[in-house]
C-alpha cells in the first residue's frame, strides 16, 4: 500500500471514529484477507475508501494494484511474457557487448 494514501486513511478513519462517538468495538472483530485479490476487492468495495478518495481514484487505484497482483510470480506460475523475454535477451545483449 501506498504509505501517504496509508496514513491518510488511518487519520480519516480516526476523525470519523471521533465524529461518530465510537470509543470501542463491540461487534466481532475482522481479520485482514489472507491475499492480495480478497483486498483488492474489499478496497474496491469500501464506502469508507470510496468517501475519502473518491470512486474515481478508488476504481484507478484498486486497477492498478490488480495488474500489479497480476505480475505476481506466484500467479504466473512457468508462464513466461514475450515482452519479458524481450527485455532480458536486450539486457544481456548489452551485457555482452560491454565486455568487448
Known sequence: MNPYLCIYAILKAG???MERGDVSHDGEIEKL???IYSAIEYFGK???IEEIMGKKSQEK????KSNAADR??????NKVKSC???YHHEVTNQL?????
Not at 487505484?61 to 492498478?64: D, F, G, I, M
Not at 505476481?72 to 506460475?77: A, E, K, T, V, Y
Open 15 to 17: 476523525l470519523k471514529g
Open 72 to 77: 505476481c510470480p506466484r500467479s504466473l506460475g
Open 46 to 48: 469500501s464506502e469508507f
Open 84 to 86: 519479458e523475454v524481450l
Open 33 to 35: 484477507p489472507g491475499e
Open 96 to 100: 555482452l557487448w560491454s565486455d568487448f
Open 61 to 64: 487505484y484498486a486497477s492498478l
